[in-house]
């Protein structure tokens, strides 16, 4: 229904302009350790696009004060990329831990997994070592599905199922 009305669209996006959606997951965003944690699974098994085929988003619009203080409150003091005023244009229903993990290595995060990082820092040029393609990804965006701001209006029931099915995968790993 929501392709039929054209709020729905694919998008490639750099993971700076992405934040976590506040009413993902109950309204708990991310956990540090769970990011870095998954940063250290990915590299173990090897970047694959078909994993993050799910990852879906929502334009910010005018919740942009709200998105950017929940964004903000999850990065102040830990290991995480800050967030900058005014820079968030998306926030991710699914796949935001994975998005949160390659701002964490382009905001070249403290980190003491050592084959992710150098010096104790999250390290682009690390990955590339072992992992071309993870590398390249923390530069050259995800592809996500990503749905108009209106829907968060308009749409309110829609946002949890579509969380829930999304992360479905995820939740069934851990």
Known sequence: LL????????MASSPRLVGFEPSNRDEIGDNWHDVHDLLGAIHIAGWSDKATTH???LEVGD???AVE????LLTDNVPLMPVED????????????TNCGLRAVLG?????????SRDGFLSQGRIA??????????TSRLTWTALRAS???NYPEALPILQAAKNVFGQVQR
């Open 63 to 65: 919740a942009s004060g």
């Open 129 to 138: 070592e072992t992992d071309p393609l993870f590398a390249e990804r923390v």
């Open 69 to 72: 203080k929940f964004n903000k």
């Open 86 to 97: 005014n820079s968030l244009r998306y926030s991710s229903i699914s796949c935001g831990h």
């Open 151 to 153: 829907v968060r209006k």
């Open 55 to 57: 990852a879906m988003c």
């Open 3 to 10: 392709r039929e009305d054209i709020l729905v669209y694919e």
């Open 108 to 116: 070249k995060c403290a980190n003491a997994n050592p084959r992710i």
